[in-house]
Nanobody, 125 residues
Framework: QVQLVESGGGTVQTGGSLRVTCEVS????????KAWFRQAPGKEREGVAA????????TYADSVKGRFTISSDNAANILYLQMDSLKPEDTAKYYC??????????????????WGQGTQVTVSS
């Protein structure tokens, strides 16, 4: 059974940094796409960043380009999201996603069937 457990969320001031972590277990496709999504109250879920461990490809939402960095410890099957220059509009619950369906775009929510419970990130102004 695939399990994804996020950690590292919290509250930070505008301009600050935070790193969230996703530990993946029970998933054997270590080198395929994994991603971070977020959802703020009253808003749709948004794909934030995706990472393909097999070749190091990454893709980011325009709203976070240049501020967020996604990476992975492939041996430990851990996915990270380093968030810098945080803004109040980054406030959301952040979710880790895995079990990618080939043929979808990496930041499409429908591309993934395995999800964590999420970790809250709050950016105060």
């Amino acid at each position: 059974q695939v399990q994804l457990v996020e950690s590292g969320g919290g509250t930070v001031q505008t301009g600050g940094s935070l790193r969230v972590t996703c530990e993946v277990s029970g998933y054997t496709e270590r080198f395929w796409w994994k991603a971070w999504f977020r959802q703020a109250p009253g808003k749709e879920r948004e794909g934030v960043a995706a990472f393909r461990a097999g070749n190091g490809d990454t893709t980011y939402a325009d709203s976070v380009k240049g501020r967020f960095t996604i990476s992975s410890d492939n041996a430990a099957n851990i996915l990270y999201l380093q968030m810098d220059s945080l803004k109040p509009e980054d406030t959301a619950k952040y979710y880790c996603a895995a079990c990618f369906y080939i043929g979808y775009r990496p930041l499409d929510g429908g591309a993934y069937t395995c999800w964590g419970q999420g970790t809250q990130v709050t950016v105060s102004s």
